[in-house]
């Protein structure tokens, strides 16, 4: 275009006006037109706005005098925005009328460009944008960066130019690299960002960037909610006037390298505070999600997702390019056969089978993927195996072995709920990485944080080596006891226990220690009154009862660990002892454990001779005391699991 209008006798067009953020290539691209312009015997007159003062009287000095068919070339034009209007409706018509005019900047033009009666048909604007995965490729392949690290570069820069060249500076002094690690290059960060931002923000908006960041979408709510009501909605408008920002129907988002600058660049000054964002963020949508219904609850499901991005365990085992136009429905009566033949082909028969009988069961925990189109392309079943028919549950061996599980390491009570993701699956790709994990994951965390009662949930996988790194990060342990084999697969299994570590928790990533295992009990009974006996003489020291093996009981589920759960189990000890206290004929217990432990006296002589007793008597009070003790926190920790 720019070579036909330096041809042309009348240019096609006045004015030139390029676009877009930094980096991208305007000075580069304004550079190749002036060499052509002067392969075409035309003068060249170029400009930058950083190099000139915003005024008339600069602007008219630096454009004094510009001969018949000149290119005139503006670089950084935004830095003369305010001059916009004078440059158009005074300074350009006195310039000869042969002259091309090429403005660059990273904003788009203003409205009187595109709409102006006289001005429209003379300008052309053109969007330059990122390289396109081929031409990236291409790029990468001519600055010799090997080919196993292109797909990991690309994720980065997103086909950025100059975040491709960076990066492939970098990898050239690191030859036997095998791709690019941000965190690793905090340089390259850096320089990056100074491409987005004059200037570091205000904290505040600082703070409002990073959730920019971190969120798919920011909306004006999600700001006020995690900055205040008058902050947030400032940030919000801050965030709109921002160069990188992109504005859509539900807020607003930045471009996708500035996305990976800003996260990289948090990651790289405070890990932990961009952890901290990112949970806070994640409760917020969840917030929300409970009012929600239809397309929207499922939007802000995606978006909740989405956040996880940021935690190393969730990056790579989701496809966070398929986020929308795709959703999960309740399987419908002609699904059925449908899921029987998928299930058979992945997995054969004999899984089919229970497939068909599980849906003829509950028919309610299928739930079919579909696309934008409305064509099946997947399906997940969440069974829910607390309320199932025993007959079903025996049949089924991956059920079987989760009953177990759940009858060794803690028994339901009455009202709460045992789910099992039991299939799920893509159409073509199975348990890959598709947009089927993303609905899949979306579906059964909304069940279990918004679902009352929740216990257990049990995932199965049929490759558990691939996923074991992100589902350690979600803290799903992994329970080889619940693995299960039909039609020659075995399928690995991972469970969670909502009771230790609840929703709320779980969001805000406390990661209290799944307590299971495929060797050995938590405790058993012996092992439990040892327990108690052990945290009995450790009352007074917090330090060694952080430690106590009663920790991992169900009596302690949701005590985060260190000085929390040292004071939970000094509450358990009083509780139960003072039940002995409220009994006329167990006061004597209650005196003998409260001297020893609770209020210890020198030694166990001075507490006989406190409580007027023989050193004998004391001890037999003593021994049943704590006995009593261990039997009723027993009863608590078990028998009142297996009676509800």
Same mark, same amino acid.
């Given at each position: ?302 978006? $909740? %997702?989405?956040?996880?991005?940021? /935690?190393?365990?969730?990056? @790579? +085992?989701?496809?966070? *390019?398929?986020? #929308? =136009? !795709? &959703? ?24 089919? $089978? %229970?497939?068909?009988?599980?849906? /003829?069961?509950?028919?309610? @925990? +299928?739930?079919?993927? *579909?696309?934008? #189109? =409305? !064509? &099946? ?24 072995? $989760? %009953? ?241």
């Amino acid at each position: 275009m720019f070579r036909s209008a330096l041809a042309a006798d009348k240019p096609p067009f006045t004015v030139l006006y390029v676009h877009g953020p930094g980096g991208i290539g305007k000075t580069t691209l304004l550079r190749e037109f002036a060499r052509l312009a002067k392969e075409n015997q035309r003068t060249v007159v170029a400009l930058d706005g950083r190099d000139i003062p915003p005024t008339r009287q600069a602007l008219r000095r630096a454009l004094d005098a510009v001969p018949d068919r000149s290119l005139v070339l503006i670089d950084t034009y935004e830095a003369l925005s305010s001059l916009d209007t004078w440059l158009r409706d005074a300074m350009l018509p006195d310039l000869p009328a042969g002259v091309i005019v090429a403005l660059a900047g990273r904003n788009p033009p203003t409205l009187p460009w595109r709409t102006d009666v006289a001005w429209a048909p003379l300008t052309r604007t053109i969007e330059l944008g990122n390289f396109a995965p081929r031409e990236s490729v291409a790029f990468l392949e001519s600055r010799d960066v090997a080919e196993a690290a292109h797909a990991n570069v690309l994720d980065f820069t997103h086909g950025h130019p100059l975040a491709l060249s960076l990066v492939a500076d970098v990898l050239a002094k690191r030859p036997d690299t095998r791709g690019f690690d941000p965190h690793q290059a905090p340089d390259v960060v850096r320089h990056l960002l100074a491409l987005f931002l004059d200037a570091v923000p205000a904290p505040r908006l600082r703070d409002a960037m990073e959730v920019c960041a971190v969120a798919r979408v920011t909306s004006e709510w999600l700001l006020m909610e995690l900055l205040g009501a008058e902050d947030g909605r400032a940030a919000f408008r801050w965030l709109r006037a921002q160069s990188f920002v992109e504005s859509g129907p539900r807020g607003v988002f930045p471009h996708d390298l500035v996305r990976e600058v800003l996260i990289a660049d948090a990651r790289w000054r405070d890990d932990e505070g961009l952890r901290n964002l990112s949970r806070r963020v994640y409760s917020a949508l969840y917030s929300r999600i409970g009012g929600a219904s239809g397309p929207e609850r499922q939007r802000l499901q995606m978006d $909740a %997702l989405y956040v996880t991005r940021t /935690r190393p365990a969730n990056a @790579a +085992f989701f496809d966070w *390019r398929a986020l #929308d =136009d !795709v &959703r999960v429905e309740p399987a419908e009566a002609d699904d059925p056969e449908w899921i029987v033949e998928l299930t058979n082909r992945h997995e054969g028969p004999a899984s089919a $089978a %229970l497939a068909r009988s599980w849906w /003829r069961s509950q028919p309610g @925990a +299928f739930h079919v993927f *579909r696309g934008a #189109d =409305d !064509v &099946r392309f997947g399906f997940l079943s969440l069974l829910d195996i607390g309320r199932a028919d025993p007959a079903m549950t025996a049949s089924d061996p991956a059920i079987a072995r $989760a %009953l177990a599980v759940v009858e060794r390491w803690g028994p339901i009570q009455r009202g709460q709920g045992i789910v099992y993701l039991r299939w799920w699956m893509h159409a073509e790709s199975y348990q890959a990485i598709t947009a089927a994990i993303n609905l899949t994951a979306m579906h059964v965390v909304s069940q279990c944080v918004t679902r009352p009662g929740m216990a257990w949930n049990f995932v199965a996988m049929a490759d558990p080596s691939f996923w074991t790194r992100h589902f350690e990060g979600v803290n799903f342990a992994r329970v080889p006891e619940a693995d299960f084999e039909i039609d020659g697969r075995r399928h690995g299994v991972f469970a969670h226990d909502w009771r230790i570590e609840p929703p709320a928790d779980w969001m805000m990533g406390a990661r209290i220690p799944m307590p299971l295992s495929s060797s050995t009990p938590i405790l058993a009974e012996a092992e439990f009154r040892d327990a108690v006996r052990s945290a009995l003489r450790d009352y007074t020291r917090p330090d060694r009862l952080a430690d106590n093996p009663l920790r991992v009981t169900r009596l302690l589920q949701g005590v985060a660990p260190g000085p929390a759960t040292a004071m939970a189990i000094q509450q358990l000890l009083r509780d139960a002892a003072g039940a002995l206290d409220a009994n006329p004929r167990d006061r004597k217990l209650h005196r003998a454990v409260k001297y020893t432990y609770f209020e210890p006296l020198e030694s166990q002589e001075k507490v006989a001779e406190r409580l007027n007793l023989a050193f004998s008597t004391y001890r037999h009070h003593l021994v049943r005391g704590i006995e009593r003790i261990g039997t009723a926190l027993w009863h608590r920790d078990r028998g009142a699991s297996r009676a509800g």
